[in-house]
């Protein structure tokens, strides 16, 4: 997603979807892990998981760890898709969100023991969701962001960091936009496993309850920004 337009108030709109994004990527991948023992939303954890259930022989949790990255990187593709399917980068962002809520329900569902008695359909359906999150959402205000997975963010934040300033003014400008995207997505994704972890040691499965909420407001977000930006462009 890139810059909506110059104006603070858009500006201020990108920003709030940015954080709602990323929040829900560390409730998604903390709750998943939690209550199924697989991420949901990046590759890197499940490949060490499921090295290290081939290490140790139990074949049937190497299965759920390999689906689940099959299904993430499945539905970044298709994600990558919508994305490129709408010149306005919030509709496909709000088309992709709806889609995302559906299978955040299915999940919920899940995790009724009368309804699945294994964790397959819940770590399938946030698989899922998180993946085609991951491949409509990338750039946002022109940096390059993403809101299901931290080490690549705070790569580039500390690279951002560190790096010299620039004297030109507008690179200048770039730079410190980067670094104050960049860690709000961490501080937002790191909040929301925190929040993950507090909510499931609560209300178990009814913790997605609560990510359904963060979705829906991430939804009428994308809207606002939908509505009040008709000629949003890819970079």
Known sequence: MRNISSSSSTDAIENLVVIALACTGGYADAASFLLAGSFTGHVTGNVILAAISLGTGKYGELGIHLLAIGLFLFATGAGVLLSRAFANKAAALMRALCIEMTLVAFAMLCTLEHISRTSIPLIACLCLAL????????????????????????????????????????????????????????????AGAVLAGFAVHLFEGRALWLLELILLLTTLAAWNAEANAPRLREA
């Open 131 to 190: 993946g085609l999150q991951n491949g409509v959402f990338s750039k946002s205000l022109g940096v390059s962001v993403h809101a299901t997975y931290l080490t690549g963010n705070a790569t580039r934040l500390l690279t951002s960091i560190l790096q010299k300033e620039p004297s030109d003014d507008q690179m200048r400008s770039e730079r410190n936009t980067a670094i104050r995207l960049l860690w709000l997505t961490s501080i937002s994704f790191t």
